[in-house]
């Protein structure tokens, strides 16, 4: 699990704030993806937009 890249396996997760929490979730959301030819989904989001936008 990518999480653990942040928080130990042993971490009561119930004890960390909600911030942080957030802060591990944008990181990881906005990681690059292969599947993206390794750009950030927001990057591809953005760039495609008129695609999806107006069909064409």
Known sequence: ???RQYIDKR???NKLSTQYI???EAKLNDR???KLN???PKL???KN???FA???
């Open 44 to 46: 591809f989001f953005t």
């Open 38 to 40: 390794f750009r950030t």
């Open 1 to 3: 699990m990518l999480v």
């Open 49 to 51: 937009l008129s695609k």
């Open 54 to 56: 107006f069909g064409s």
């Open 22 to 24: 957030a802060a591990i």
């Open 11 to 13: 971490c009561n997760i």
């Open 32 to 34: 690059p993806r292969k």
